[in-house]
């Protein structure tokens, strides 16, 4: 695909995407989002984003938890009209049109949250077919002693507050909302946890690698404890962690394969690495207290309780 | 109701721990079977009806007809109401 030389290029695992906007302010704003993914490899798939300015920020923001996107073969829609994009096969581009003001951070719509899983899916269906070399997992993870700890659960349960609460001293912060997984090394070693572009709720977003050592289900409580997670219900509760597989032109068969690899990634992921329910409350100390406890009893080779 | 009884395509299943594990086809919903469901389960293949899939279940455990009937009856039920099985 040949590109513009003014074009973005980003990062997303394996994945390079270009992004264009002809709107100079979205343009700085989404560069100054992705300014850790910028790379210089070659585009697998673009992104060409025209923005339009018919509604202003007051007009958006009431109407935002209405608007509902729709998939469409080879695009989106929203119900609302606030943006669309039609997928280009030929020239592997995504065309799409916005509003300008969803690009706020205030408002903090993250249209392109939506987008880029969408690209990401499509490009690796382009280049592996239904298989994917990542997964994308809905969680936060952090950077301890070279090796991340993946803090993961349904919406709310308190991945952000985690990223919060870890700040700059107990860890880095990979993402605090969507991360890669993926045994680059065969799954006789640990998985590598790798950072993505996707905004979360922190501003902290490293484009890095580490082992994965952990992966800790969230749920807040009175007081700190952590409770070893039998692999059943870990599986349970992973699967529901995993991102649904969806890009443009989607084959049936597709469908169905990209579902068997997430039974399976969450198979093995469950076999291989320790999951625990971790109740924490606000209490910082105690909660860093507990999960250094933890990585001492992993590192010799005990399993908490 | 002699048809025999199928998975439905592209539903998806694992064994976690000696339990089973079925994702239905949309990726959307997650069961775990009992022990007697996940049997019946197995059975599911196309080319049996729930008379048969009776007569095995009596085979292997120490339940009367009448009763494995009921057992399976429901079962297959559920797994249908579930979008898991089908009549063919």
């Known amino acids: 695909v040949l590109l513009p030389d003014s074009a973005m290029r980003v990062q997303i695992g394996d994945i390079c995407c270009s992004i264009t906007c002809d709107d100079r302010e979205v343009a700085g704003s989404l560069h100054e989002s992705y300014k850790n993914f910028i790379s210089d490899k070659p585009a697998d798939i673009s992104v060409r984003l025209a923005v339009v300015d018919r509604l202003s920020a007051a ?47 205030s408002l903090k719509s993250r249209i392109m949250n939506r987008v880029l899983p969408l690209v990401y899916f499509t490009a690796c269906g382009m280049q592996n077919g239904s298989k994917r070399p990542a ?47 993926s045994w680059p090394n065969g799954e006789r070693h640990p998985p590598i946890v790798r950072g993505t572009p996707i905004l979360g709720e922190v501003a902290h977003r490293l484009n890095t690698a580490a082992p994965l050592r952990c992966i800790l289900m969230l749920k807040q409580a009175e007081r700190t404890s952590l409770r070893r997670l039998h692999q059943m219900e870990a599986y349970l509760r992973i699967m529901c962690q995993v991102i649904a597989p969806r890009h443009f032109n989607t084959a049936h068969d597709d469908v169905a394969a990209m579902l068997l690899q997430n039974t399976e990634f969450s198979e093995i992921l469950t076999e291989k690495v320790p999951f625990y329910e971790l109740e924490f409350t606000l209490d910082k100390d105690v909660l860093w207290n507990v999960i250094a406890e933890l990585e001492e009893s992993l590192t010799k080779g005990e399993l908490v309780a | 109701m002699t048809n025999q009884i199928a998975k439905v395509e592209d539903v998806i299943w694992r064994q976690i721990e000696d339990e089973t594990v079925v994702l239905t086809a949309d990726g959307l919903s997650l069961h775990v079977l009992n022990t007697t469901a996940a049997f019946i389960w197995e059975l599911c293949d196309g080319t049996k009806g729930t008379e048969e899939i009776v007569s095995i279940l009596c085979e292997h455990f120490d339940v009367v007809p009448e009763e494995a009937g009921s057992d399976v009856n429901d079962i297959i039920v559920k797994l249908e109401g579930l979008g898991l099985v089908k009549r063919i």
């Open chain 1, 135 to 181: 997964m994308l997992l809905h969680a936060c993870a952090i950077i301890r002693h070279q090796q991340a700890i993946i803090f993961t659960g349904p919406s709310g349960t308190g991945k952000t507050t985690i990223a919060r609460l870890c700040g700059d001293t107990h860890g880095h912060i990979l993402n605090d909302e969507m991360v890669l997984c």
């Open chain 1, 59 to 105: 007009e958006i923001k009431p109407i935002l938890p209405r608007v509902e996107a729709v998939q469409k073969d080879f695009g989106f829609a929203t119900t609302l009209l606030t943006f669309e994009g039609e997928y280009d096969a030929a020239s592997r581009t995504l065309n799409m049109i916005a509003e300008k003001h969803l690009f706020d951070p």
